[in-house]
């Protein structure tokens, strides 16, 4: 097996090592930035919803108030309001998803499903817990989401304790058999926002193979370019300086003296080469004579 080939088996099996672990940081480090960018635009949804049930419960509802008695307005409740506008943002996101997910809600539209429900019990069951994130498949594609809880609040009881004490107009529309029996600081529900995983890990999975072709372009590059070196600095020399003292150990003197040019190890091989024949060749003329 020659030096070239060794040096090549020994560079090839660094070079795949290293490739394979820096694809797989690389690939780690990429999917947890990608499911990083999910998670914070689901929160940047989750705040809309916020800022938007803050606006209507402070400045719509008030002005609202005086029509209610007649008219039960549901654009004065903070989570329709939310709920709506979200709602708006879909048609142009459509993936994108926003729910005021309720156990026992007025509008059925709240009514939460069964991953819901389990959502909801785990904050009642952990009322410590501020938010859950997970992830889960959608007729769409794979979906993350980000859940907060849904407290009751006393400004809640004036609609949601019993049929007798809230609104004539509400109880009209939507009956006495919905939205009823909640109880102050229960959770009754979780505000769920869902947004697709498909486009950021599309990203992250061209961001890879593009990281990953350039390093295995670079890699190539540097083989070529070691192998070039080597065999120019090292394996020619020491090819011809073994040639030379083949033909030396035969009696053979007529050729040229190896030309060490380079001032590192080869070339002082090569200047001891030189010496050696000289020597040896001296050394063989005073016997012959």
């Not at 606006?55 to 209610?68: A, D, G, H, I, N």
């Not at 709240?110 to 859950?132: C, L, M």
């Not at 009823?180 to 950021?200: E, H, Y």
Request: charged fraction near 20%; aromatic fraction near 8%; glycine fraction near 6%.
């Amino acid at each position: 097996m020659g030096l070239r080939l060794k040096f090549n088996i020994v560079l090839v099996l660094v070079f795949f090592l290293g490739f394979v672990v820096a694809g797989w940081i690389s690939y780690e480090l990429l999917q947890r930035n990608a499911r990083g960018e999910i998670v914070r635009n689901a929160r940047v949804m989750m705040e809309a919803a916020l800022a938007i049930r803050g606006f209507t419960s402070k400045e719509v509802r008030p002005q609202l108030e005086p029509l209610m008695a007649t008219t039960f307005l549901p654009q004065s409740v903070p989570a329709y309001a939310a709920t709506e506008t979200m709602g708006a943002l879909r048609k142009n996101y459509p993936d994108y998803g926003y729910k005021e997910a309720t156990l026992n809600p007025t509008n059925p539209r709240n009514r939460a499903t069964d991953w819901e429900v389990d959502i909801v019990t785990a904050f009642k069951n952990h009322r410590d817990k501020p938010e859950i994130v997970g992830e889960r498949d959608t007729p769409t594609g794979r979906s993350m989401f980000v859940a907060r809880p849904i407290h009751v609040e006393p400004g809640c009881l004036v609609c949601h304790s019993t049929p007798a004490v809230a609104p004539k107009s509400m109880v009209a529309l939507y009956g006495e058999v919905n939205g009823f029996g909640w109880k102050l600081n229960d959770v009754i529900g979780a505000q769920v926002v869902s947004v697709p995983t498909a486009l950021p890990i599309h990203n992250a999975n061209r961001a890879f193979v593009t990281f990953m072709g350039s390093l295995a372009a670079v890699f190539l590059f540097v083989f070529i370019a070691l192998n070039v070196m080597l065999n120019s600095m090292i394996v020619r020399p020491i090819r011809d300086m073994a040639r030379a003292a083949d033909e030396v150990s035969t009696g053979n003197f007529d050729l040229p003296e190896f030309q060490a040019k380079a001032q590192d190890e080869i070339g002082v091989l090569g200047a001891s080469f030189n010496r050696m024949r000289r020597s040896l060749e001296k050394a063989m003329k005073m016997l012959e004579g």
